[in-house]
């Protein structure tokens, strides 16, 4: 079982930056695909962001490749996404998930365990 925890989000102009934290529970973080969705209002719930548990594999959605970073911290369980150029197309509650599993993993269904959301906010 684990819980994750998301952090960081808040109101930004466009062009701004934000990061948002993801804190897990549970002592085998290491071996979990961690990933980004986000829901804007009226939306469906869209993939941004995925890194396979070593790391060493990261997958973007087209719409914030090259401006959101994903990185993770297995020693404190901790997943961040870095939010750069942001515009108010960028506008969501996003949400952090986890998948005991590793590879290509781009799809909400293919996730176990959901954090509650941040809300994030960027005006024009």
């Known amino acids: 079982q684990v819980q994750l925890v998301e952090f960081g989000g808040g109101l930004v102009q466009a062009g701004g930056s934000l990061r948002l934290s993801c804190a897990a529970s549970?002592?085998?973080?290491?071996?979990?695909?961690m990933g980004w969705f986000r829901q804007a209002p009226g939306k469906e719930r869209e993939f941004v962001a995925a890194?396979?548990?070593?790391?060493?594999?990261?997958y973007y959605a087209d719409s914030v490749k090259g401006r959101f970073t994903i990185s993770r911290d297995n020693a404190k369980n901790t997943v961040y996404l870095h939010m750069n150029s942001l515009n108010p197309e960028d506008t969501a509650v996003y949400y952090c998930a986890a998948v005991f599993d590793d590879g290509y993993m781009v799809s909400d269904f293919e996730y176990d365990y959901w954090g509650q959301g941040t809300q994030v906010t960027v005006s024009s």
């Open positions: 549970g002592r085998t973080f290491s071996m979990y695909t």
């Open positions: 890194m396979s548990w070593s790391g060493s594999d990261t």
